[in-house]
């Protein structure tokens, strides 16, 4: 088996940080939808602006709104405006690994889909 990527949603920006959430990162359904990511699943966080890297779970936020915003403890690490790239792994069999190609989701700055 080999660990591959499954998507990224890359380089977003950070829209709110709520340090009082329960945890997790909230991002807009139709950016969950379109790389794939599915409410709950776990994916890393890497922060373009400070070197931070977290996992946590994904919450969907509201369609077509452009959030991201990083919740609980997260929210020390991660400010609004900060650049990020969102990910999520898949474990595959070598034999399919060759084959594989992540869905690769690149925003603008008010974190919509670009087209190519």
């Known amino acids: 088996m080999n ?9 977003a920006i950070v829209t ?3 340090l009082h959430y329960e945890g997790s990162i909230t ?10 990511i599915q409410p709950f ?27 991201i915003c990083m919740n609980g403890a997260a929210a020390r690490r991660f400010m609004p405006g900060d ?3 969102i990910l999520a792994t898949v474990w595959l069999p070598e034999e399919e690994s060759g084959e594989h190609h992540p869905r690769i989701i690149r925003v603008d700055e008010r974190n919509r889909p670009m087209t190519s």
């Open 83 to 85: 650049l990020v790239i």
């Open 3 to 11: 660990k591959m990527l499954k998507c990224k949603i890359h380089r």
């Open 27 to 36: 991002i807009d359904r139709s950016l969950m939808d379109m790389a794939g």
């Open 41 to 67: 699943e776990m994916v890393s966080v890497l922060n373009i602006n400070n070197g931070e890297r977290i996992e946590t779970y994904a919450m969907p936020g509201e369609t077509g709104s452009g959030e």
């Open 16 to 18: 709110d940080a709520d």
